[in-house]
Nanobody, 122 residues
Framework: QVQLVESGGGLVQAGGSLRLSCAAS????????MGWYRQAPGKQRELVAR???????NYADSVKCRFTIARDNTKNTVYLQMNSLKPEDKAVYYC????????????????WGQGTQVTVSS
């Protein structure tokens, strides 16, 4: 069973920084894409950043130059360094994994973390 566990959310003042972590477990051999979505109250879930193959990264325009995604494939972990946080970054952040290869086979569906709250005070 593939599981994703997130950590690192919390409360920070505008202009501050937070680092989110997400570790995947479950006899994993490789993961094609790992990334982060977020969902603010009353809004749809939106892609924040993703990393494919450990090399290709994509960011939402709203977080470019402020957020950085990184992966440690040896630990099946993805990180999101968030700098210069703004009140509009407040949301529940979810990590996901797509294209997981484990001892149980290949999974083409997304796996999701439980979500971690990020709150930015003005």
């Amino acid at each position: 069973q593939v599981q994703l566990v997130e950590s690192g959310g919390g409360l920070v003042q505008a202009g501050g920084s937070l680092r989110l972590s997400c570790a995947a477990s479950g006899n994993i051999l490789s993961i094609d894409t790992m990334g982060w979505y977020r969902q603010a109250p009353g809004k749809q879930r939106e892609l924040v950043a993703r990393n494919t193959g450990g090399a290709v990264t994509n960011y939402a325009d709203s977080v470019k130059c402020r957020f950085t995604i990184a992966r440690d494939n040896t630990k099946n972990t993805v990180y999101l360094q968030m700098n210069s946080l703004k009140p509009e970054d407040k949301a529940v952040y979810y990590c996901y994994a797509l294209g997981v290869r484990s001892s149980g086979g290949f999974y083409s569906n997304n796996f999701w973390g439980q979500g971690t709250q990020v709150t930015v005070s003005s």
